[in-house]
């Protein structure tokens, strides 16, 4: 089966550029988790989806942040412009929620150096 | 041997002794926990969990307790082994809080 595939795996470029991460979930979850992980903050939660629908995004930092999930098998996370501040790993990660809850499934992540 | 980290970022380990990582939670309503493992180069990877009507939960190797009175959720490692070696959470707070969790190194 596979699982949540995030891509570019790797992305490095220059500040002030836009940059555009993306996710397939698994086939039949629901609800879609964007994490940001560093050093010094660990990992944090920047935006869930629930049947497409965005349902919290406190966690984007600020406006050069947005994520869109035009369907249940496709989401994006974009920055533009991108700073170096922006470098860390960014994690995407899927789940069925229901009446019971699941453990999130997570991809491999994307490894963003902004320079 | 035994070893155990109290919500310490670093947890270092013998081989082969048991390991025991701790987690607080504050929300007594919370009935679902979850225990993460992630290995370096990897997103965080599902290994165990366990809900509120229960206290102990096993798996192969890990074992997770659940004291709901002192709301106190920790995940034992049995024989550890240098593959465990990882950062392990337990998200809090409907399970999206995973902060910087606590890294386990297993010294041969």
């Known amino acids: 089966d596979a699982g949540v595939i995030q891509s570019p795996r790797h992305e490095v470029t220059e500040m002030g550029q836009e940059v555009t991460l993306r996710c397939k979930p698994i086939?039949?979850?629901?609800?879609l988790f964007w994490y940001r992980q560093t050093m010094m903050r660990g990992l944090e939660l920047l935006i869930y989806?629930?049947?497409?629908?965005?349902?919290?995004d406190s966690g984007m930092p600020e406006d050069r942040f947005s994520a869109k999930m035009p369907n249940a098998s496709f989401s994006t996370l974009k920055i533009q412009p991108s700073e170096p501040r922006d470098s860390a790993v960014y994690f995407c990660?899927?789940?069925?929620?229901?009446?019971?809850?699941?453990?999130?499934?997570f991809g491999d992540g994307t490894r963003l150096s902004i320079l | 041997g035994e070893s155990v980290g109290l919500h310490l970022p670093t947890l270092s380990v013998q081989e082969g002794d048991n390991s025991i990582i701790n987690c607080a939670y504050s929300n007594s309503a919370s009935d679902y926990f979850i225990w993460y493992k992630q290995e370096s180069g990897k997103g965080p990877q599902f290994i165990i969990d366990i809900r509120s009507n229960m206290d102990k939960r096993q798996g192969q190797r890990v074992t997770v307790l659940l004291n709901k009175t002192v709301k106190h959720l920790s995940l034992q490692i049995a024989a550890t082994q240098p593959g465990d070696s990882a950062v392990y959470f337990c998200p809090s707070a409907g399970k999206l809080i995973f902060g910087q969790g606590t890294t386990l190194q297993v010294k041969p």
């Open positions: 989806f629930n049947n497409n629908v965005p349902i919290d």
């Open positions: 086939s039949g979850h629901n609800s």
């Open positions: 990660a899927s789940s069925f929620r229901g009446r019971s809850s699941q453990p999130q499934h």
